[in-house]
């Protein structure tokens, strides 16, 4: 994560964007009076989106953290997908 203030990005802003795309970097804005902002990626934010999602329902979360218990234990199935 890096952090920049409002005029150094607004001056360079392409290269702030070309960071965030080809390092997956995040950077924080700062801003004279507060109010900071991020500046990331959008491929990065829907990931975050997807995980607050599927963290918002402790049963499925749960489950979905059993899974990948049992997968590091050795007991996954592998199986053929059936085209159609």
Do not use: H
Request: overall charge negative; hydrophobic content about 30%; aromatic content about 10%.
């Amino acid at each position: 994560m890096l952090v920049a203030n409002y005029s150094n990005v607004r001056n360079y802003f392409k290269d702030y964007c070309d960071k965030v795309i080809k390092d997956y970097e995040t950077i924080i804005i700062t801003r004279q009076r507060g109010d900071n902002v991020v500046l990331m990626s959008e491929a990065e934010y829907n990931n975050l989106m997807e995980n607050l999602y599927v963290r918002s329902d402790p049963a499925y979360y749960n489950e979905l953290l059993t899974s990948i218990e049992q997968l590091k234990k050795g007991k996954g199935k592998k199986r053929e997908l059936i085209d159609e």
